[in-house]
Each structure stands twice: as structure tokens, then as C-alpha cells.
């Protein structure tokens, strides 16, 4: 899916998406070669999720796969600040 498919509302959404899954990863003290591998994704993918400058959808496997990986509920993926 490219960016085009993505309706503009939503685009923040998935930059708040993207620092939050670096916040954890980072909390947690991996790297992003470290999240892909045991979330059984290209690191390059991940780099993608994770910039802000980009919008890369991806499935809601994924962002469980992810959760997991970082060991938090998948909510606290979603939950964006004010």
C-alpha cells in the first residue's frame, strides 16, 4: 500500500505509531536489528515503521508481533499524546 491510499487524516497517526514503537524499542534497550529479528521482520521495514519522514502501513500481525517482541499490550502502540 502506498502513501496515496492513506487518507490524510490518519497520516499522524501512523508518525505517532512509528515514535512510539522507537520509545519502546529504545526503552527496552534494543536496537532496531534486535526488534526486527525477534518480531520476525526486515530491519529495513521496521527503519521504515519507525521514521517519521515516512508513512508505511502495515497489518495489525505486525503490530502484535511487535508488542510482543517489546513486551507491552499492543494498546500502548496506539496510545498517542495530546
Do not use: W
Not at 54 to 59: E, G, K, N, T, Y
Not at 71 to 81: N, Q
Amino acid at each position: 500500500m502506498s502513501d496515496s491510499h492513506i487518507s490524510f487524516e490518519n497520516k499522524d497517526y501512523y508518525i505517532e505509531l512509528g515514535l512510539n514503537i522507537a520509545f519502546y524499542r529504545k526503552r527496552a534497550g534494543m536496537t532496531q536489528d534486535m526488534l526486527a529479528e525477534k518480531a520476525n521482520l526486515s530491519r529495513s521495514h521496521l527503519s521504515a515503521i519507525e521514521a517519521p519522514n515516512l508513512i508505511r502501513p502495515f497489518s495489525l500481525e505486525i503490530l502484535f508481533n511487535i508488542a510482543h517482541a517489546l513486551s507491552v499490550e499492543p494498546y500502548k502502540l496506539l496510545k498517542f499524546r495530546d
